[in-house]
């Protein structure tokens, strides 16, 4: 079976350590290591702060999927015969293969955007099945978006909203959205992209909606398709908010969201207490606590956009070119 490990030295560690009882656990995701290295190397300091070390006292099996989420089944059940103690899903294109596949195998979400309405747990408090971990959405994420869009765009009336229809969680993501525009008094046109050539055509009923800005929901298929999804706004000259802070430092103009690398830093600590005896369903599955603001100055110039001081001020990072 063909498949990438994390591609460089300082990950080749999934090697036996002979003489000893060595964990196993998985690391399952739809996208490449070459994606989002900081998210590995997050998980991977948060296990070190707990005590572990990869091919000494622990092994993690790694299964990148390429962007090619029709593989995750086969390596998800691959991960179970290897009898891994847990696997770690890189998100809710991950996870849910990995339920589907799987029997016995407990599963951490490094994040997901609705763990409840995705159907993966009970509830927050009480996951009861065999997967727990962390969840990506808040409230107040969505509301903070319109807010900041409309003080950068103050005449702000008509909002698209990007989605892709496969990904699991988006119909919380959309609820929230629109209910904080429509608190603003701001309209919400819904553009969907289920492919890569899809994206342009989104955007072209944005623009032909008369959109003045444009929110990007959390997908692999964006996230994979970042420098589209960029490019396509840029040419467009629609302002977008993204949910990563990757479209921000590939010329994106903004991201408020989820701080995901934290989110896997804190995903080491159910591997941890998974390890030492605990059950998936008594685990609560946690909100996010840190959430970043990240400006692109160079990409509000190119289309023309002033970002007011306070705005500014308030950025947790500005990308000055």
Known sequence: MAFVFAGVAGLLCARVVSGQDVPRIGFLSALSYHAFPSRIDAFRQGLKHLGYTEGRNIIIEYRWADGKPERLPAFAAELERLKVAVIVSAGPSATRPARQATRHTPIVMGFDSDPVGSGFVD?????????????????????????????VIPNLAR??????????????????????????GVQVHMVDARAFKAIEEAFASAQKERAQAIIVLPSPLFTAGLKT?????????????????HHVEAGGLMSYSTNVDDLFRRAAIYVDKILKGAKAADLPVEQPHKFDLIINLKAAKEIGLSIPMEVLARADRVIQN
């Open 123 to 151: 509830s927050l408090a009480r996951p009861g099945g065999r997967i727990t971990g962390l969840s990506f959405l808040a409230p107040e994420v969505s509301a903070k978006q319109v807010d900041l869009l409309r003080q």
């Open 229 to 245: 999804v960029v490019k396509t706004a840029a040419s467009h000259r629609i302002p977008a908010m993204y949910w990563t802070a």
């Open 159 to 184: 909002l698209a909203l990007l989605a892709d229809p496969q990904e699991p969680g988006n119909t919380r993501a959309v609820q929230e959205t629109n209910q904080a525009a429509v608190a603003a």
